[in-house]
């Protein structure tokens, strides 16, 4: 097969995986999140529950179902190579899904912190603190595979034209581009004061302002989600 046959199959295994997702996935739950009888239902639905038995007698879970392959569906004793097959067929599909599941799941997220005079006792961007004048803060959310920074931009940058509408500017870092990440953040007698988390790339570096008390968590989220993304990362690359 040539290349450019090659690269259409792997591009029509993933658009079928897209199209079956909200057949294979109920109520939202996550693929690996399922149990050994969601795993049967599954299999019901793909038309092999004749083979119930054997995924109950071996315990395949949703986390086992996201790492089966050909040889271990062998050794559970699926001995018939055309119905091997044609399960892998289906197999790989739901771990195509299983896939995009675990890159895109939220892991966490936060809002733009946006201090105000006074330690805080009067609202930011006082005394002209509606939404036309100051804007929209910003959204943090960090995935599995990618930090995403949204920030709100008015169309008519002039204060109290907000009711021109916004514009959003969203830009999404890849974790194994992260290279480092810091934090800034203080504390005051009164009021919470803004902290900084600082996320140095290869691309570029970025700044999240948070409040200062919820940096050292968003600063060990970011690194965690990092090291998990550049093992993971390592050991597709070993395959």
């Given at each position: 097969?040539?290349?450019?046959?090659?690269?259409?199959?792997?591009?029509?295994?993933a658009m079928a995986a897209v199209?079956?997702?909200?057949?294979?996935?109920?109520?939202?739950?996550?693929?690996?999140?399922?149990?050994?009888?969601?795993?049967?239902?599954?299999?019901?639905?793909?038309?092999?529950?004749?083979?119930?038995?054997?995924?109950?007698?071996?315990?395949?879970?949703?986390?086992?179902?996201?790492?089966?392959?050909?040889?271990?569906?062998?050794?559970?004793?699926?001995?018939?190579?055309?119905?091997?097959?044609?399960?892998?067929?289906?197999?790989?599909?739901?771990?195509?899904?299983?896939?995009?599941?675990?890159?895109?799941?939220?892991?966490?997220?936060?809002?733009?912190?946006?201090?105000?005079?006074?330690?805080?006792?009067?609202?930011?961007?006082?005394?002209?603190?509606?939404?036309?004048?100051?804007?929209?803060?910003?959204?943090?959310?960090?995935?599995?595979?990618?930090?995403?920074?949204?920030?709100?931009?008015?169309?008519?940058?002039?204060?109290?034209?907000?009711f021109c509408g916004f514009s959003?500017?969203?830009?999404?870092?890849?974790?194994?581009?992260?290279?480092?990440?810091?934090?800034?953040?203080?504390?005051?007698?009164?009021?919470?004061?803004?902290?900084?988390?600082?996320?140095?790339?290869?691309?570029?570096?970025?700044?999240?302002?948070?409040?200062?008390?919820?940096?050292?968590?968003?600063?060990?989220?970011?690194?965690?989600?990092?090291?998990?993304?550049?093992?993971?990362?390592?050991?597709?690359?070993?395959?």
């Amino acid at each position: 097969m040539s290349k450019i046959g090659i690269i259409e199959e792997g591009q029509g295994i993933a658009m079928a995986a897209v199209h079956t997702a909200g057949n294979l996935v109920k109520g939202g739950k996550l693929v690996t999140k399922w149990d050994v009888q969601e795993v049967c239902e599954w299999l019901q639905t793909a038309g092999f529950g004749d083979l119930s038995p054997i995924f109950q007698k071996h315990q395949v879970s949703g986390i086992v179902l996201s790492k089966l392959n050909d040889p271990l569906l062998k050794e559970m004793g699926i001995d018939v190579i055309g119905k091997r097959l044609l399960l892998m067929v289906e197999v790989v599909k739901i771990q195509a899904i299983a896939r995009t599941e675990y890159r895109n799941q939220v892991i966490w997220s936060a809002m733009e912190y946006r201090e105000g005079p006074c330690n805080n006792k009067l609202p930011f961007g006082w005394p002209f603190a509606c939404e036309s004048c100051v804007g929209l803060p910003g959204q943090y959310s960090l995935t599995n595979s990618k930090l995403n920074i949204s920030q709100y931009q008015k169309n008519c940058n002039m204060p109290g034209f907000g009711f021109c509408g916004f514009s959003v500017i969203a830009d999404n870092y890849d974790l194994s581009d992260i290279t480092d990440v810091d934090v800034i953040a203080s504390s005051a007698a009164f009021g919470e004061k803004a902290g900084f988390v600082t996320i140095n790339s290869t691309v570029k570096c970025v700044r999240l302002t948070l409040k200062s008390s919820e940096c050292q968590t968003a600063c060990m989220l970011i690194t965690n989600a990092k090291e998990e993304a550049a093992t993971t990362k390592a050991m597709m690359m070993m395959r």
